[in-house]
């Protein structure tokens, strides 16, 4: 499975930013679909996750009510489109794949195995 991160760029607080990942290679074997985000000095935090299905999606409670995560299985690709950003929004923004079927979304990095290489999102305050 590869997965390829897009969308990042700067952008002025309040503004919006949709990210992209595209998946491909062995995409069937995916379950479900995570946001990750590092800011510089901190530790990989969760932002979202989104099962295959759709029908399932769960949000850190510092990006719920601005963030959305969706996919288009057509595409093999899922997004992330921000709203609202703040400066605290700032940081690699990185898509991974779980591919092992879990009871509830993951929420930590160890439990994905495959990272797109991240997309940069600066939010100016």
């Known amino acids: 499975v590869q997965l390829q991160a897009s969308g990042g760029g700067l952008v002025q607080a309040g503004g919006s930013l949709r990210l992209s990942c595209a998946a491909s290679?062995?995409?069937?074997?995916?379950?479900?679909m995570g946001w990750f985000r590092q800011a510089p000095g901190k530790e990989r935090e969760f932002v979202a996750a989104?099962?295959?299905?759709?029908?399932?999606?769960y949000y850190a409670d510092s990006v719920k009510g601005r963030f959305t995560i969706s996919e288009d299985n057509s595409k093999n690709t899922v997004y992330l489109q921000m709203n609202s950003l703040k400066p605290e929004d700032t940081a690699i923004y990185y898509c991974?794949?779980?591919?092992?079927?879990?009871?509830?979304?993951?929420?930590?990095?160890?439990?994905?195995?495959?990272w797109g290489q991240g997309t940069l999102v600066t939010v100016s305050s």
């Open positions: 991974a794949a779980d591919l092992r079927y879990r009871i509830s979304l993951g929420r930590s990095p160890d439990e994905y195995a495959y």
């Open positions: 290679g062995r995409t069937f074997s995916i379950y479900d």
């Open positions: 989104i099962s295959r299905s759709g029908d399932s999606f």
